[in-house]
């Protein structure tokens, strides 16, 4: 019964920070092409899932504050039309809010002693302290590497890849993994 309220409370956390992360789990880029003879940027087309945004006007402001970002939206989806110039823009400015994010982490002292991350974050490793690592619960260990991971997913949602990430805890003395998760929780 214990493991099944543990279960059930890492996938509300998760599903709380991925909402958080403004976006979709399963957002899709596409590249439209104009149908005229002009020399016209190829414009990036991002659907972005409407239940998962956690606050509409803060998702709506980060959006604008890019800048040459149009926005409609239906019943369910926000639909991000953008120049290839915005869209690399947007990629920076999220990857750097993601980065700044884990360097933060990073500096508390806790047990993270240092984040490292690949492209796009798929592959996410932190290297901890084994003694204050240990000394932490299992539910506390995996909350905070679904947020980790949470983070990585909110730069991911922009990707036509979607959202996927491995988030590894290694110890720092000997490179042994500690603990790993991939995300989204498939239930």
């Known amino acids: 019964m214990k493991k099944i309220a543990l279960l059930l409370s890492l996938f509300f956390v998760f599903m709380c920070f991925t909402a958080c992360g403004d976006g979709d789990v399963s957002s899709e880029s596409t590249t439209v092409v104009p149908e005229t003879s002009e020399s016209v940027p190829e414009n990036v087309v991002i659907s972005v899932n409407k239940e998962l945004v956690a606050d509409e006007t803060a998702f709506l402001t980060d959006i604008s504050e890019i800048g040459g970002i149009s926005s409609t939206a239906d019943e369910n989806f926000y639909v991000l039309t953008m120049s290839q110039e915005v869209y690399k823009k947007l990629l920076t ?3 750097q809010s993601v980065i700044a994010e884990y360097e ?3 500096q508390k002292g806790e047990y993270i002693e240092d984040i490292q991350y690949s492209e796009n ?3 996410v490793t932190v290297l901890v302290n084994r003694e204050k690592f240990d000394a932490v619960d299992s539910g506390t260990k995996q909350i905070q590497l679904i947020t980790i991971g ?3 997913m909110s730069y991911q949602m922009f990707l036509a890849e979607g959202q996927k990430t491995v988030v590894s805890a290694v110890y720092s003395d000997t490179e042994e993994v500690a603990l790993a998760l991939s995300l989204p929780i498939e239930m």
């Open 104 to 106: 933060a982490l990073s």
């Open 121 to 123: 974050f798929r592959q």
């Open 150 to 152: 949470a983070k990585a």
């Open 93 to 95: 400015v999220k990857s």
